[in-house]
């Protein structure tokens, strides 16, 4: 996970959303410090993501929102590389109780200016 300049984003919570009304939905997972985040998605299906910030979840209109990636995965294959765009700006436009800065870790020196 990664903000819209290219910064991990930390403390996001991920969720596949299948395309078929009979595949599940995956369990919320959370991104780490480095924006990496693991999903088990049951197979073959197709999905897009949402994200979750404090708990809400919002889509965005913006054409690189995770609702709009799609990801087809088949029985016993792993996908990795998948990059999701947390889109704070847009996320802040659309939701009613929103955070000040977007998350991030304070043992990264890098990435320790609110955003």
Sequence with gaps: ???????????????????AKDAP?????VTGCDGRFRLTLAAPATYSFVLLWHGTGVITPDPSDPSRESLSVAP???????ELVFLAAAWRDAA???????PFCTETPAYNSPR
């Design 76 to 82: 016993a294959t792993t996908a990795a590389g998948v």
């Design 1 to 19: 996970m990664r903000d819209a300049e290219g910064h991990p984003v930390a403390g996001i919570g991920v969720r596949g959303i299948p395309a």
């Design 25 to 29: 939905w995956s369990p919320v997972v």
């Design 96 to 102: 009613v109780d929103v955070p000040a800065t977007t």
